[in-house]
T-cell receptor, first 115, second 119 residues
């Protein structure tokens, strides 16, 4: 089965450090989403791309977060500088954007802990 | 903006019994999709079932079925013959139709219901 691949699976780092999370969407999928999951807020959309172009990043703190798609097989989410409140599980999902009835397929997430 | 509400933070059910998880949503859209996702302790997000709002027939997927009440904006999930592997967080999610302009394709999630299946 095709899967969304996220790396790393876990990341522990100190406050102030740069964090980069990577996502390989399913081949052929042209929409990519970044979600953040916390106990308090649940699952929140941070940003999403269609055909590598950012369509909406209104859910993302602009001062420290950035999301890019250097090519169709790689999406990145960076936090610089990181803060303890960024600790969460970050999910990447991909889908076939021309048919919104098609479900988004999720990766296994990156558990981020900022000390 | 859409909101999704799951009013049951936790539920439990005996193995082989039936359980229903509640979900209500608020939207001004007429065309949209609804989903139930399952998140076991392994952290994966797994699609359980989906429903198109324009279809009156309730979706079913093996032991999983939904009760979709469009007028009431309700979308409950029924799990029949519960199995130990059904133990997980269950999230209800809403997605606007692709012709709805801004915000299409985005999933709006409820806070989740933690389901425990008891042997």
């Amino acid at each position: 089965d095709a899967r969304v691949t996220q790396t790393p699976r876990h990341k522990v780092t100190e406050m102030g450090q740069e964090v980069t999370m990577r996502c390989q969407p399913i081949l052929g999928h042209n929409t990519v989403f970044w979600y953040r999951q916390t106990m308090m807020q649940g699952l929140e959309l941070l940003a999403y791309f269609r055909n590598r172009a950012p369509l909406d990043d209104s859910g993302m703190p602009k001062d420290r977060f950035s999301a890019e798609m250097p090519d169709a097989t790689l999406a990145t989410l960076k936090i610089q500088p990181s803060e303890p409140r960024d600790s969460a599980v970050y999910f990447c999902a991909s889908g076939q954007g021309e048919a919104s009835n098609q479900p988004q397929h999720f990766g296994d997430g990156t558990r981020l802990s900022i000390l | 903006a859409q909101t999704v509400t799951q009013s049951q933070p936790e539920m439990s059910v005996q193995e082989a019994e039936t359980v229903t998880l509640s979900c209500t949503y608020d939207t001004s859209e007429n065309n949209y999709y609804l989903f139930w996702y399952k998140q076991p302790p392994s952290r994966q997000m797994i699609l359980v079932i989906r429903q198109e709002a324009y279809k009156q027939q309730n979706a079913t997927e093996n032991r999983f079925s939904v009760n979709f009440q469009k007028a009431a904006k309700s979308f409950s999930l029924k799990i029949s013959d519960s199995q130990l592997g059904d133990t997980a967080m269950y999230f209800c999610a809403f997605m606007k139709h692709e012709n709805s302009g801004a915000g299409s394709y985005q999933l709006t999630f409820g806070k989740g219901t933690k389901l425990s299946v008891i042997p």
